[in-house]
């Protein structure tokens, strides 16, 4: 049997369907059942087969509790742990290090328990060094915690080392290490929030360079990783490395809308995201801008994702054609 965590969630939700399409038994865990429709509306942009999604065993359960994790182990083999929380908000730390690092602890521990066969975690790039050699980032290099590091990359980091200490304790395990992922049907969260932004006419960009990566190729070499004998490693997924800037004309031009055409000057956001910070406070809100997405929106890191290349002889499909994909299916929400 297959355990899914975060299967409500983009990743999830999409390796779910591409679980169901095998003759595996897939177990998920969920929270609530109002999420369950988001992972329906997913499974319809594939299909209209329902049958796929009925196969699921859906698992009402909190991964930071293990109490009520314990019985979704049993008889339980491979595992894809997907839950995370993502904030850049500085007030969402202790909950992301519940949720990042507490609860992977607890999905290690029952994965040893259970003398799982294997366990698939997906990390972030968040989580991987900058390059020390040259300018491209390569599974090579390792997280510096004496940088300004967001809580993210903190608790997400602090989530590989648990896993990693799954390795140690006779599980075998692989890490994926996406970078910002376009997928279908979270249009107000993660990268759905740029469609959304750009739908409506959103008119500024940042030439900050990252790496981007459509979620059928991060799901794809999950699977395949995970039905190899490939074990304890971890693997950078992406597609391009490419500019907010490019980004948002792509999005831009694949919705037929005016691409964003103010430039916004590190100075400016450095300003703004200080004033959203303080409205936030006031507000109890989440800002608009934290310190840390300013930051990233005019960084420039550039990846490498040439091991999972070589590994699984694997292609990754240009970004251009996943924002065309992901840019029809809004147009169906």
Aim: charge should be positive; proline fraction near 2%; charged fraction near 25%.
């Amino acid at each position: 049997m297959i355990l899914v965590t975060g299967g409500t969630g983009l990743v999830g939700s999409h390796l779910l369907y591409h679980l169901s399409l095998e003759n595996d038994v897939i177990r998920a865990v969920y929270r609530s059942e109002s999420s369950l429709e988001s992972v329906k509306k997913v499974f319809s942009f594939y299909t209209s087969n329902t049958s796929l999604f009925n196969k699921i065993e859906w698992f009402k359960a909190d991964i930071t509790d293990v109490t009520t994790m314990i019985p979704a182990f049993i008889k339980v083999k491979k595992v894809y742990h997907c839950a995370a929380f993502i904030s850049f908000d500085p007030k969402d730390y202790r909950e992301m290090r519940k949720v990042n690092i507490h609860g992977t602890a607890i999905i290690v521990n029952l994965c040893v328990d259970a003398k799982v066969d294997k366990l698939c975690f997906v990390s972030s790039i968040a989580a991987v060094g900058d390059s020390l050699k040259n300018n491209i980032i390569t599974e090579e290099d390792e997280w510096n915690k004496e940088l300004d590091n967001s809580g993210y990359s903190i608790t997400k980091f602090g989530a590989e080392m648990e896993v990693w200490r799954a390795s140690q304790e006779g599980v075998d395990v692989v890490i994926v290490n996406p970078g910002v992922i376009f997928g279908s049907g979270f249009w107000n969260s993660g990268s759905g929030k740029l469609f959304t932004q750009v739908y409506n006419g959103f008119k500024f960009f940042t030439e900050g360079i990252t790496g981007f990566v459509s979620v059928q190729d991060v799901v794809k070499p999950m699977i395949l990783l995970m039905n190899s004998n490939v074990k304890n490693e971890r693997f950078i997924l992406i597609s391009e490395n490419k500019s907010f800037k490019e980004i948002f004309f792509l999005i831009a031009d694949a919705f037929g809308k005016n691409r964003p055409s103010i430039k916004i000057k590190p100075w400016q956001t450095a300003i703004f995201w200080r004033i959203a910070s303080l409205l936030s406070f006031i507000t109890r809100k989440e800002p608009l801008l934290s310190k840390y997405s300013a930051k990233s929106a005019h960084s420039i890191s550039k990846y490498s994702s040439e091991k999972i290349k070589k590994t699984l002889n694997f292609e990754f499909e240009g970004i251009d054609k996943s924002i065309k994909r992901t840019a029809i299916n809004y147009s169906k929400f």
